[in-house]
């Protein structure tokens, strides 16, 4: 019997993305929304380069001595990112900047109590993404609705 997921379900996974993330690389990542491709960037801040997912993905469909502790990180990574390329680009982003894109710094606003990490007010997402502050937030529940429909 499967157990449908909640949208507190939801947000926890999103919000372990850039853990998982980190945890993959073993290093500090800084994340990038690209809008052109609708996609989650990995940049590595020492090297400053960005890094294909895809690769990663690919190397560990294999069990690799050793890496065995990195099969839960990237499988929250690969399912996010399923989750985003079923998304309009403005919920994908919505959701990349309300939930995902974190410094690992604690929620002290509790107005949505489901959010452990702080990361960008309504307002401040409206304003990166040039949208009106209810369009952000109708695109994140919409957002919400369609991840938990899956």
Not at 24 to 53: Q, T, W
Request: net charge positive.
């Amino acid at each position: 019997m499967e157990v449908p997921l909640t949208e507190n379900d939801i947000i926890n996974i999103l919000q372990k993305y850039k853990p998982a993330a980190m945890k993959v690389f073993r290093n500090r990542v800084n994340l990038y929304f690209d809008r052109s491709k609708k996609e989650i960037k990995l940049e590595i801040p020492c090297g400053g380069g960005f890094y294909s997912k895809k690769v990663v993905y690919y190397q560990l469909n294999y069990k690799v001595l050793g890496l065995e502790e990195l099969i839960k990180p990237v499988l929250i990574l690969k399912l996010v990112d399923k989750w985003i390329e079923e998304l309009t680009c403005v919920e994908a982003e919505a959701l990349f900047w309300r939930f995902i894109n974190h410094d690992f710094e604690y929620q002290l606003d509790f107005s949505d109590w489901r959010i452990r990490y702080r990361t960008l007010s309504y307002e401040e997402i409206a304003a990166k993404m040039k949208i009106k502050k209810q369009d952000v937030w109708k695109a994140v529940q919409r957002a919400l609705k369609k991840l938990t429909a899956m």
